[in-house]
């Protein structure tokens, strides 16, 4: 049998001649050495276990939800296949669904782009060289690394109208005390002054991306007279927009799956009147309160879509404003 690209060879037929011989480019077949063999099956070995997980716990209950999806399911009974019943429903008769949608667009939006300012912003004070600025570096990360549960537990004691720090600060300085987890219109600024409680993690990537930015340009700009902000506008945020990007993707995904903080507190009503029932809070209510596990695998194949999309408008306009250093434009 004759390959492209070489001379005729015999292609091997026993399981022996198959671990000996490698395909590589221009279509030719190679035989491996017993140690290029063993390299191969040792890797293999060790990249087995993941891909077993991979496919049990991520693959397979990704194509699950999607079946699902076309049923009416509630785990006792076996699925019933309904066809596009779960979409529709979705869309005319749920009322809660566009609700949900409201909830957390608006999260999103002002989310993150503060977190993507504040993190930037706590980044840029990590990075001057100041005495015992590692521990400094360590007591913003460690906020991260707090249960969401707990975090939410003391933010609903700071919130609270009477005895809560931020209602009492607030009314030491004169304004208004909102009725934070009370009222429909403070309940969602809420959730975001909780969220930005976690920085830490996108501080140290913003702070990794500034640490590989070349001194030599800074110093170049400052000898042509380039002032600070000059600086941080023309050179540090050019160079960051990677970062940026990568920041952006991540906090878009998160913003969309917040479930653990408005469940603790607003539960599966989303009080104060739905104010808080974000899309996730929404698909677990009714998997696992209405045992409506068809439905509920609908409105999360919805969430996958909507995520994916946002992602790829994100990527395609990352052309336009993301500058890669040493590409051509």
Do not use: C
């Amino acid at each position: 049998m004759t390959l492209s690209g070489g001379p005729a060879q015999r292609v091997p037929v026993s399981t022996e001649e198959v671990w000996d011989m490698a395909v590589i480019a221009g279509g030719r077949l190679v035989r491996m050495s017993p140690m290029r063999r063993r390299e191969a099956l040792a890797g293999f070995l060790f990249v087995f276990p993941w891909l077993l997980s991979l496919l049990l716990f991520t693959t397979y209950p990704v194509l699950r939800a999607f079946y699902l999806s076309f049923t009416e399911y509630n785990i006792v009974q076996p699925p019933k296949w309904t066809g596009i019943a779960n979409y529709r429903t979705m869309f005319t008769t749920d009322t809660a669904f566009w609700p949900s949608v409201r909830n957390s667009a608006y999260y999103a939006l002002i989310s993150v782009p503060l977190r993507l300012v504040l993190a930037l912003a706590l980044a840029l004070l990590l990075n001057l060289r100041a005495r015992g600025i590692g521990a400094y570096r360590t007591l913003y990360y460690l906020p991260a690394l707090a249960p969401p549960v707990a975090g939410t537990i003391i933010f609903i004691l700071m919130f609270e109208p009477d005895r809560g720090l931020i209602n009492a600060v607030l009314g030491g300085l004169g304004f208004s005390e909102p009725g934070w987890l009370t009222d429909p219109k403070w309940s969602k600024p809420a959730l975001i002054i909780l969220s930005l409680w976690g920085l830490g993690a996108e501080s140290l990537i913003f702070l990794a991306g500034l640490k590989e930015i070349p001194p030599s340009l800074l110093e170049a700009a400052a000898i042509d007279g380039a002032g600070p902000w000059q600086r941080f506008r023309n050179i540090t945020i050019p160079l960051l927009t990677p970062v940026i990007l990568f920041n952006l993707v991540l906090g878009v995904i998160g913003s969309f799956q917040v479930f653990t903080q408005a469940l603790v507190i607003g539960g599966t009503t989303g009080e104060p009147l739905e104010s808080t029932l974000m899309f996730m809070v929404h698909i677990y209510r009714n998997a696992f309160r209405y045992f409506s596990m068809g439905y509920a695998s609908a409105l999360a194949v919805m969430l996958f879509l909507a995520i994916l999309a946002i992602t790829l408008i994100i990527f395609r306009s990352a052309r336009v404003w993301v500058y890669y250093e040493g590409e051509e434009r």
